[in-house]
């Protein structure tokens, strides 16, 4: 009995232990503060200015830095105890930081950011990885992860972190918060640890668009200026192939926003990596990975090479000294990486910058001074914490091909949420050229009310995926035949329609802008079929009445009414071929249909 009794009390104490490690291992796991802040403190604007000055800017938004910026009195910890072991409290505060508290915004704490700065994963070993509040089992991203979570947690109104290859678009991402990528050079980068200083920038987190913006202003030290709405939204087809999540859950989201708000003649489709093969053409002396000596990779994928090869030279430049000296105890894949043998020639060093160059004209080709580039921001949903995937050569390049884009071309770029499909969170990401970060700044700002409703409604949508994507793979070969009939490229707009019919049959739009290539390749029997499909779907269809009443015209159907009837008759008789009629019935103020008809009246006059 009295053994009995005492395993029992063994049995309960072992269970209230227990209870006890867990209680204790969960408030690890979900801190207060999400373990986003590595350090707390307070930096207090100056008092407003008296009336009739305006108030300072950003008076009433809180903010937080990642502890890769300078303040003073504070060590700068770089996410390693060693590198805040071996380095004095900082003896100015970055500019950067000064800016923002001089602008009305009240600086609460230091952020975690990956050992050294130098991962994407968002996990640190040293300081404990920050929560992701938008999937808890998954890595918030990084470098600047602790920025992110903040931010995401409603800790602060806005915070500050470093991209150099997606250290901010990575984690806004990953924690459903939106991200900003400016222009390198555009913000001074005084004051902070470098990572890759041809590829490193300032980048700041937010939760609304607007304070996102004021944030901008301030940091970029904007003129006013009128805001301007894009003339063109290109769509990376081939970029989108990559992702691990459906395709239309983010393209239908842009497409129909971008619909809504500026009409569908604003869309262009490319496939970028055949664009950057004719436009980067020291591409090709890059030498990535190679069979029987020839190189088998695309142009994107190339990209991801040259940009960890570049972020790798540049980082043992700027820290290698360091690291021999103190010999940090470090991640082995953060070790791989910086520890690494280089593998590069100063040769295959000056191609990489070259590739730079010719990448920063080719964006900037493409876009102009209105044009907004769309690829994803990360072709993978978040990370399992503590997962292998993110070491796998596969994923690394998915990613570093997709950030390797504004990162190596200079050029600014958004990540913008778009809600969450199967509980991660869902982004797009948005890219301007060089030096257009107020355009995209204000566009975003346009267009995101618009963006957070359509991703709404496509998260409840009851479609089924496969219908959906059949849909939305239509539209897409739809837009492709578009741009081909603007570039007078005809049969290729033929054939690209010809694609969304087989997919979606009982659009009479795809049988319409069909038969208008037709018309421009004399094909006059296969234009009136396919407006007569287009009638018979769409009795409404102004477009498909025009063209049959053209392509029947071009037949010659109506010198038969000629010759059957004689010049008195035929004067004394109002026609209207049928086709054009109907369209000025429907749209009677169409010129069109109107000088087709006074033509033919004319003729048979």
Known sequence: MASQSANLWVLLGLGLAGILFMTRKLKKTIREDFGAFIERLQLLPPPQPAPPKAPHPLTGLTFAVSDVFDIEGHVTGFGHPDWERTHDAASRTSPVVSVLVEGGATCIGKTVVDELAYSISGENKHYGTPTNPAASSRTPGGSSSGAAVAVAANLVDFSLGIDTVGGVRVPAGSCGVIGFRPSHGAVSHNGIIPVSTSLDTVGWFAKDSSVLRRVGHVLLQLPYAVSRSPRQIVIADDCFQQVKIPVDRIVQVVTKSTEKLFGRQVFKHENLGDYFNSKVPSLKEFHGPKTNGEVKTSSIKLLANVVQLLQRHEFRHNHEEWINLV??????????????????????????????????????????????????????????????????????????????????????????????????????????????????????????????????????????????????????????????????????????????????????????????????????????????KAINLDKKNVKAYLRRGTAREMLGYYKEAIEVYSPEVVGSMEFHPADFKYALVLEPTNKRASLSAERLRKLFQ
């Open 327 to 532: 010999k940090p105890v470090l991640d082995s894949a953060t070790s791989a990486q910086i520890c690494g043998p280089l593998d590069a020639s100063d040769e295959e060093i000056e191609i990489c910058k070259s590739i730079k160059n010719e990448l920063h004209a080719a964006v900037n080709s493409l876009l102009k001074d209105d044009g907004i580039l769309v690829i994803p921001t990360i072709a993978d949903p978040p990370s399992k914490l503590g997962g292998k995937d993110i070491l796998s050569e596969d994923f690394r390049s998915r990613a570093f091909g997709l950030l390797s884009i504004a990162s190596l071309s200079g050029c600014c770029q958004v990540t913008v949420p778009l809600g969450s499909h199967d509980k991660y969170p869902v982004s797009v990401s948005f890219i301007a050229r060089h030096g257009g970060d107020r355009f995209l700044l204000d566009a975003l700002h346009t267009m995101y009310a618009s963006l957070q409703e359509q991703a709404d409604i496509a998260s409840k949508s009851k479609l089924s995926k496969n219908a959906l994507t059949r849909e939305q793979s239509a539209e897409i070969a739809k837009e492709k035949g578009n741009q081909a009939y603007k570039d007078k490229e005809w049969h290729k707009a033929i054939n690209f329609y010809s694609e969304a019919i087989k997919l979606s049959g009982n659009n009479a739009t795809y049988y319409s802008n069909r038969a208008a290539a037709y018309l421009e390749v004399g094909s006059f029997l296969q234009a009136e079929a396919d407006c007569t």
